[in-house]
């Protein structure tokens, strides 16, 4: 095998291990947005928890004040009660007053039933924080992992453009080029075997003085169907 070519090959090998890490790299931000997203459901869950208890104890500031309003009107009418003398508008405030009263035990009962619904909401809203706390922690070792995944290959994708550069730079100028346009125009194997009168790259038999311009191995030759450079298969 022609030394340019061997090198060709060496080099070659590293760019198509370069470009997978490169691949692997461009997914890590989807990976992390996936991981990200397991926590979407348990957060929905805790703010969902958290306004039914904000709207709980709305309902109950509202209860203790329709109560004290009519705690006000009876404290009102007892007085007036006390002030009147005439019998019909005693009776007829004492029926308002026992109104009001009445209006006041549904209140409270209301209340209680609005104090124990409390006591569960804040039971599940402790659940639900709970969870999430469970999940976040391990969303964040999935998210350390990634990232050490990601400090990995940086580091090896780096020593291998470094190996590449130092091997490219024994290779002509003129050949290398070749290499590079046909890396960026084909991607995937560009130095492949001839094998058996066919060019591995494409699965095209080629011509005899093709054939002998491998054997011989006196210059870079190419796939004159595909332009690949060809090497002898043994």
């Known amino acids: 095998m022609l030394p340019e070519v061997e090198k060709l090959v060496v080099i070659q090998d590293r760019d198509l291990k370069i470009s997978a890490i490169q691949k692997e790299l461009d997914q890590l931000p989807a990976e992390e947005e996936d991981v990200r997203e397991k926590l979407a459901s348990d957060k929905r869950a805790v703010e969902a928890a958290k306004l039914a208890v904000q709207e709980n104890e709305v309902a109950m500031k509202n209860l203790e004040l329709d109560i004290q309003t009519r705690q006000d009107s009876i404290a009102k009418l007892k007085v ?65 992992d990634i990232g050490a995944r990601r400090k990995n290959l940086e580091a090896e994708k780096a020593e291998l453009e470094a190996k590449r550069q130092a091997e490219a730079a024994d290779v002509p ?48 030759t190419h796939c004159e169907n595909c332009g690949r450079i060809l090497y002898a298969a043994d």
């Open 173 to 220: 100028d003129d050949t290398l080029d070749i290499y590079n346009r046909l890396i960026k125009s084909k991607g995937g194997l560009v130095v492949v075997p001839l094998e058996a009168g066919q060019c591995k790259g494409c699965h095209m038999k080629v011509t005899k003085s093709t054939v002998v311009a491998v054997k011989n191995e006196h210059e870079v």
């Open 80 to 144: 007036q009660q006390f002030e009147t003398r005439k019998n019909d508008e005693f009776r007829k405030m004492g029926q308002e007053i026992e109104n009001y009263g009445n209006e006041i035990t549904g209140l409270e009962d209301r209340e209680l039933e609005l104090m124990e619904k409390a006591e569960k909401l804040k039971s599940t809203l402790a659940s639900a924080e709970a969870a999430l706390a469970s999940s976040q922690e391990l969303v964040d070792e999935e998210i350390a």
